[in-house]
């Protein structure tokens, strides 16, 4: 289909793989995202808590480096020790980041196809449904993944580094937990997000709803738990569980008294919840009964 | 000449979308370089083709593209389709290049050679110069030559085109069914043609295919029919005197071995058998004296294949 001849001809050059393709959604996606000089400030911004988690660990093994600043902080060692219970908080502030930033993301990502009856595009293609999910999933999972696990475990390290001798032995457990954690909430996350995004068409609407799902059923769980004193209704609220689920991979005190065996049951739950409604939403055409 | 090879066969396919059956027992073998799909609209033209690029699943019977099994080969066979939707498709916020070249990749070309072919795509279709505005912003006609770009940016071998003229001005039209008869003509993709607008696919296409509620009411070679009707004459016979003589003239051209029979206002119909033409209807009135006053060809063949189906409950070819 030379430009100069005008006419059409079919291709027969190499073809990418398959298992690779669902990657080029994300590579849209991500240059369309950091298009917007405010996402670039707000993401940026992600960063500042582990940021100061790298001075701060910097400083415990730099005393000699407070003192030449004049700060008597001598007991910082017995006052904030670095271990599970640090990287446990390090992971619920950068959680809260990666809430807001997908609330930020996600509503672009599959209610403008939908709108515009661009999945019809997609899937007339040697592209199916679970791409087009997964790679979707993965726009909110490189982003998320950059602002936790990926931080949290090279403080781990550099901590591991600095101290020396049986720390690692000793806090072994913590980097399996914040592999893990970082992507039980990467998972749950984005896939409400998306599933949010697959049914509120408006993306202003989309984040409200977020919003309200996150920040409106956890206070309404709170306010039901201390009127009825049942841990049932801390259900409702997405932060507990995912706070409770990392509890249990830390080895940390549960933030209620919610079993981290139902937490666990109701993250998978809500889980395949959201994926069913993803699939029942993501089709080429809808059909009308 | 061998006949050409089938590029779709529907075998007894029918799909039942929310409860209610829309295609039911289609049966045809599909061979030609452009093929209408025609019929009122709700008659399962659209249906069929989301069905054939799997996006439905048939309730029974199959359909094979390019011999590949609808239901097991999807994505073989996605990957020999260039899909253009009757609705306004596009992703928002990317300029019409880069819409193409996302497209492209997800077919599975490399990104150098999606972009290359993206930008040769938008120039083929006219796009040139707008190519790097955002899609968003494009009027219908463009919309329309943006979405043929899309079908066409990974060189597909079958090309589905859905309604391609909708909400196109004349001369907008021409130029979208001048692309479909260079594609066709071209002979590197076969193109399926679905419309409501028999003149697009009379312009356009070799055979139809005619739904009627979701069956096929008509398979037609509209070449063949063609050249038929290029054979079928309607003459007026009168003698020197003015006399009709269409009963004399009759006699005469069946010893050509033409078949006969009367029609109105007593007029004549007639076959042509191989190797005679109309320039010997001529001589043989001349020979014999009489007049022809008026000699018509058989014409607006489509039209008639399609009011033909659409009377009836026919099921099958012509």
């Not at chain 1, 709170?222 to 259900?235: F, Y």
């Not at chain 2, 260039?82 to 990104?111: H, K, N, Q, T, W």
């Not at chain 2, 309607?234 to 006399?243: I, K, M, N, P, T």
């Not at chain 2, 071995?257 to 007639?270: F, H, S, T």
Request: proline content about 5%; aromatic content about 10%; charged content about 20%.
């Amino acid at each position: 289909m030379a430009v100069f001849e005008r006419t059409y001809h079919r291709y027969d050059g190499p073809l990418t793989t398959r298992r690779r393709r669902f990657l080029v959604v994300p590579r849209y996606a991500l240059a369309a995202v950091m298009r917007s000089r405010a996402f670039v400030m707000f993401y940026l911004l992600c960063f500042l808590p582990p940021f100061a988690g790298l001075i701060m660990i910097y400083l415990r093994h730099n005393l000699s480096a407070l003192k030449l600043l004049g700060m008597r902080l001598d007991r910082l060692r017995e006052v904030l020790p670095i271990d599970a219970d640090f990287f446990s908080r390090s992971l619920a502030l950068q959680g809260f980041f990666a809430f807001l930033l997908a609330v930020v993301v996600a509503p672009a990502l599959i209610s403008p196809d939908l709108r515009n009856n661009g999945l019809a595009l997609y899937l007339s293609r040697p592209f199916s449904r679970s791409e087009y999910v997964l790679g979707k999933l993965s726009v909110l999972a490189l982003l998320i993944s950059t602002i936790t696990w990926v931080p949290g475990i090279l403080l781990f390290l550099l901590q591991g580094y600095l101290e020396g001798g049986g720390w690692f032995g000793e806090q072994w457990r913590v980097l399996g937990a914040l592999f893990a954690g970082s992507w039980v909430l990467i998972v749950s996350l984005s896939l409400l997000a998306l599933t949010v995004s697959a049914w509120v068409k408006w993306k202003p609407v989309a984040r409200i709803v977020l919003l309200i799902l996150f920040f409106v059923m956890n206070a309404f769980g709170r306010v039901m738990e201390m009127a009825l004193g049942t841990w049932w209704s801390e259900l409702l609220s997405m932060r507990m569980v995912i706070e409770t689920v990392w509890a249990s991979l830390f080895g940390v005190a549960p933030p209620t008294g919610m079993p981290a065996g139902a937490a666990w049951v109701a993250l998978l739950a809500g889980t395949l919840l959201c994926l069913g409604l993803l699939f029942r939403r993501v089709r080429a055409y809808e059909v009308v009964r | 000449m061998q006949p050409a090879a089938a590029i779709i066969e529907l075998d007894g396919l029918a799909v039942s979308l929310g409860g209610r059956a829309v295609l039911r027992d289609l049966r045809a073998s599909l061979a030609g370089r452009c093929i209408g799909l025609l019929g009122p609209n709700g008659a399962g033209k659209t249906t069929l083709l989301h069905t054939l690029l799997g996006f439905f699943r048939p309730s029974a019977g199959t359909a094979r593209v390019f011999g590949k099994d609808i239901r097991t080969e999807t994505a073989a066979i996605r990957a020999q389709m260039g899909y253009m939707p009757e609705s306004d498709s596009f992703i928002a916020g990317m300029s019409g290049v880069r819409f193409v070249r996302l497209m492209a990749e997800l077919s599975g070309l490399p990104p150098a050679a999606a972009l290359e072919r993206a930008h040769e795509a938008l120039f083929y279709v006219g796009l040139g110069e707008a190519r790097y505005r955002p899609v968003d912003s494009y009027s219908l006609g463009m919309k329309q030559l943006v979405k043929l770009a899309q079908a066409l940016a990974h060189g597909p071998r079958l090309l589905f085109l859905d309604e391609p003229t909708n909400g196109l001005d004349p001369p907008a039209r021409r130029r979208m069914l001048e692309l479909i008869r260079g594609i066709r003509d071209g002979g590197e993709a076969r193109v399926i043609l679905s419309s409501h607008l028999l003149r697009d696919v009379e312009e356009c296409c070799e055979e139809v295919l005619v739904l009627k509620a979701g069956r096929v009411a008509v398979y037609a070679n509209l070449e063949a029919e063609r050249r038929a009707n290029r054979r079928l004459l309607e003459l007026e016979v009168r003698a020197a005197d003015g006399a009709p003589a269409a009963p004399a003239f009759a006699e005469l051209a069946a010893a050509l071995g033409c078949e006969c029979a009367p029609g109105a206002r007593q007029r004549l119909k007639l076959v042509l058998p191989d190797g005679v033409e109309a320039r010997d209807m001529f001589r043989l009135a001349a020979g014999a004296g009489l007049q022809i006053r008026r000699l018509d060809y058989k014409r607006d063949s489509l039209e008639d294949i399609f009011l033909k189906a659409m009377e009836g409950d026919a099921d099958g070819r012509v």
